[in-house]
């Protein structure tokens, strides 16, 4: 692989920009390297545009170690995106929501906003009401990362981001140093590599929050979704866990045999406004297998979801999405984006039956998930045998 350095127009940007590029030997340019703005501090802002052979791209940037973009074929051989993003770093400075952003240090909900561990009471910033949701008021998906390419091997490109998260920030304990390497191949999967070490005992649950829309316009009503889970981790009125597992068969949360997104969504509106569940996987976090498809019929796009988490939270999303993009606001009921969260339980940190989110000194926190795109003329008739079974 060797390293260029050009000048182009790059993306919404007004003007000539430096960008960095690194070819393949065939010429193949996977890894793009740019400005994409600055904070209101002034710090540079880059995002890195991984590019496969066969035509697909993610943009990942600095900012909350975000997706900013994916742009993925249809049957047709037609790219679109099918990932919520901004165009710009702005947007998500002005308040965009953390679409795409690794939420940490501990993603989904810590109730009241406090946990005992060691037999010591730690009390964290609380943004969601009385409790904590994904991290805080600045969780890791508002914090500057620092990017870096690295060496993926044949078929295949890798950014690797890092971040520091100091003793006691957000009322968390310990020195945590996470990193989370993305990497785009060949056949269409984007995979992402979590690690964090810390110097005191810290919870750490780190999640992916990205809004995907296969069509890449419209809602996503019509896409239909497969979950290896027979129970839900069941949750009061403000979606904190009660410690108990709640079977899905004969719900709308039944996701064991294929179903539209829109076919029984509206029965859950009075309490959650849509989808916003965690789904306790079978496999329970034992290896790294798949946890979930979804395919949109229209362009033939299959995703499948490959994880070794214990749980995976579907939610809803409600902006109006068009090619990427959120165009305006979208209507309550409607739902037009949807996220596959694979992460430990929510609360786990109150809940000692529930699979442990403590990290220990001289121990390495790693997990794993895959994105894995292809198109389909009809979803999968039946999940493979074994597969998160």
């Not at 070819?23 to 740019?34: F, I, K």
């Not at 545009?49 to 037609?78: F, K, Q, S, Y």
């Not at 809602?219 to 009660?242: C, F, K, M, Q, S």
Request: charged residues 20%.
């Amino acid at each position: 692989m060797r390293a260029c350095v050009y000048r182009s127009i790059a993306g919404v940007c007004a003007g000539l920009v430096l960008t960095a590029c690194r070819l393949e030997a065939d010429g193949l340019q996977r890894v793009e390297e740019r400005l994409f703005g600055r904070t209101a501090e002034g710090q540079a802002v880059r995002l890195f545009t991984l590019r496969n052979a066969r035509g697909m791209t993610a943009g990942v940037m600095e900012h909350g170690a975000t997706i900013t973009g994916l742009r993925v074929p249809d049957r047709e051989g037609r790219l679109a995106g099918v990932v919520l993003g901004a165009d710009s770093l702005d947007a998500y400075l002005r308040g965009y929501s953390a679409a795409g952003a690794v939420m940490g240090r501990v993603a989904n909900r810590i109730a009241n906003a406090r946990f005992t561990l060691d037999g010591r009471e730690f009390r964290v910033t609380a943004n969601a009401g009385p409790h904590q949701l994904h991290g805080g008021r600045n969780g890791f998906g508002r914090k500057l990362w620092r990017g870096e390419t690295v060496s993926a091997g044949p078929g295949a490109a890798a950014v690797r981001f890092s971040l520091r998260s100091p003793d006691g920030e957000e009322g968390f304990p310990g020195t945590l140093d996470v990193t989370v390497t993305y990497t785009l191949s060949d056949d269409n999967t984007l995979r992402l590599d979590y690690t964090a070490v810390a110097d005191k005992p810290t919870p750490v649950n780190l999640t992916s929050h990205a809004y995907f829309n296969l069509a890449g316009e419209g809602d996503v009503w019509g896409h239909l979704v497969w979950i290896a889970a027979d129970r839900i981790t069941a949750a009061d009125a403000e979606l904190i866990p009660t410690g108990a597992f709640a079977p899905v068969a004969g719900t709308p949360l039944d996701f064991t045999a294929p179903a539209a997104i829109g076919a029984r969504i509206e029965a859950l509106v009075p309490t959650t406004r849509g989808y916003d569940h965690n789904f306790v996987l079978r496999n329970g976090g034992q290896s790294f297998a798949r946890a979930a498809w979804c395919y949109e019929p229209r362009s033939g796009r299959l995703m499948e979801v490959y994880t070794d988490q214990p749980g995976l939270q579907l939610y809803t999303g409600k902006r109006v999405f068009r090619d990427g993009k959120s165009v305006a606001a979208a209507p309550e009921q409607r739902h037009n984006t949807v996220c596959f969260e694979t992460q430990h339980f929510p609360d786990s940190v109150n809940q000692p039956h529930f699979p442990s989110v403590i990290l220990r000194p001289g121990k390495t926190f790693r997990s794993a998930t895959a994105f894995r795109f292809s198109v389909a003329a009809a979803p999968p008739e039946q999940p493979v045998a074994g597969a998160n079974e």
